[in-house]
């Protein structure tokens, strides 16, 4: 059984800088490609960012492209996102999701497994 336990979520002010961890379990973490995703009060949950199995490969969303990092460890089976320059419009609830396959992607679908969310607050 596969778990994603994200942290490292809180309350910070605009400028601010957080790194979400998001521990995973239950099968070969390096063989999977990770990403994270983000819901807004009254918003879909949306794409933020994506990494391949190896770590060679990223991609972001443009609204968070030269803030956001995405990274990983395979020997430590976590996925990681730091994220700069925090303004208001980032407060949501972020989800960490493990990949169907080894390729990096932007859709929900192609994730097979969702963590249950860590909250990122950002005051003005």
């Known amino acids: 059984q596969v778990q994603l336990v994200e942290s490292g979520g809180g309350l910070v002010q605009a400028g601010d800088s957080l790194r979400l961890s998001c521990a995973a379990s239950?099968?070969?973490?390096?063989?999977?490609?990770m990403g994270w995703f983000r819901q807004a009060p009254g918003k879909d949950r949306e794409f933020v960012a994506t990494i391949s199995s190896g770590g060679d490969i990223t991609g972001y969303a443009d609204s968070v492209k030269g803030r956001f990092t995405i990274s990983r460890d395979n020997a430590k089976n976590t996925a990681y996102l730091r994220m700069n320059s925090l303004n208001p419009e980032d407060t949501a609830v972020y989800y960490c999701a493990q990949a169907r396959t080894w390729i990096r992607g932007t859709s929900q679908n192609e994730y097979a497994y969702w963590g249950q969310g860590t909250q990122v607050t950002v005051s003005s």
């Open positions: 239950g099968r070969s973490f390096s063989s999977y490609a």
